[in-house]
């Protein structure tokens, strides 16, 4: 694509951004969020005095989001007189549980407790920051920042048991996280600095 965006009004800025659970104002949106994102699967049984039971139950939780931001090869980005930015950011979380609620016990017989946040983020800013030999932005930023995690959980409350049979529980978190910066015949002209960065959080629990 041979696209210019350009903009030349004061403090004028050029941002484009592609989110996934993710707001400026608060971060990374996971399932303990205030506005809760994300995935979750679980097997609850209820037992008073007596035994709940749960056989051979698979419990996947999976969440793969992939989220790309792209200024093509030949596409130019020029704000004279603002700041310029190309970033990505996404937020995959994945809990699977299993809960015994109240007196009593539940029993689980077999099957897996199996959390899986993957997916992948990436920036590439391949194109030209300013048109011709003038500057095209004050400030360049570049980012790509991801949040991954995967819990899993065996849990009771209220005064319930677990009663657990070869039940496995496994958590994976394997993000892909890429920036790409520049191609053969970019022109980057800026006045100030320019910030690239890469940013992942990962975490399994199980």
């Given amino acids: ?40 699967a679980s097997a609850q049984n209820f037992a008073v005095g007596g035994i709940a039971g ?20 030949n596409a130019t980005l020029s704000a004279a007189n603002g700041n310029v930015a190309a970033e990505s950011f996404n937020s995959n979380t994945a809990k699977a549980s299993v809960r015994a609620t109240s007196a009593g016990v539940v029993a689980m017989r077999g099957g897996t407790v199996q959390p899986t946040a993957t997916g992948s983020t990436t920036t590439s800013l ?48 394997t993000p892909l996280l890429t920036v790409n910066f520049g191609s053969s015949n970019s022109r980057m002209r800026f006045a100030g600095d320019a910030t690239i960065t890469a940013s992942q959080a990962t975490e399994s629990d199980s």
């Fill in 1 to 40: 694509s041979n696209a210019r965006v350009a903009t030349t009004g004061a403090t004028n800025d050029i941002a484009i951004v592609a989110r996934h659970n993710y707001v400026a104002a608060r971060g990374f949106l996971t399932p303990d969020s205030a506005t809760a994102r994300g995935v979750i």
């Fill in 126 to 173: 391949l194109g030209n920051i300013g048109i011709g030999n003038a500057t095209g932005a004050n400030t360049l930023t570049v980012a790509a920042r991801g949040y991954t995690t995967a819990d899993a959980a065996m849990n009771s409350a209220g005064g319930g048991l677990l009663d657990l049979t070869t039940v496995a529980a496994t958590a994976t978190a």
């Fill in 54 to 73: 749960i056989t051979d139950a698979d419990i996947k939780a999976i969440s793969n989001a992939a989220v790309t931001t792209v200024v093509e090869q």
